[in-house]
């Protein structure tokens, strides 16, 4: 397969993605993306007449379990391990994530 990626296609989809490459860096990412787009189209070139399109490649089978009340652990011990808890209240503080 000729090569299909040039170092401005790969500048290009990295400024997409916000990334600074070097000319290094861009020579290397052409080398491997040219190579990843090869492999696909070797797999793409496979001849798949007569298989069967497949959604999962184990045998389908229920991995759920019965849905069945079990008793929770009492408040004291889900909180004893807990940053600031407050077990009166049933609750603990989290470090805020969100601005």
Do not use: C
Not at 3 to 22: F, I, Q
């Amino acid at each position: 397969m000729a090569k299909v990626l040039t170092p401005a296609d790969v500048a290009r989809v990295a400024a997409l993605a916000h990334l600074e490459l070097t000319e290094e860096e861009t020579a290397v990412f052409t080398r491997q993306l040219d190579a990843i787009l090869a492999y696909a189209d070797d797999v793409r070139q496979i001849d798949t007449t007569g298989v069967p399109p497949t959604s999962h490649v184990l045998p389908r089978q229920s991995r759920e379990r019965a849905d069945e009340v079990q008793p929770s652990l009492p408040p004291g011990e889900a909180l004893a391990n807990a940053p600031d808890p407050a077990p009166s209240a049933g609750l603990f503080k989290v470090p805020r994530v969100l601005g």
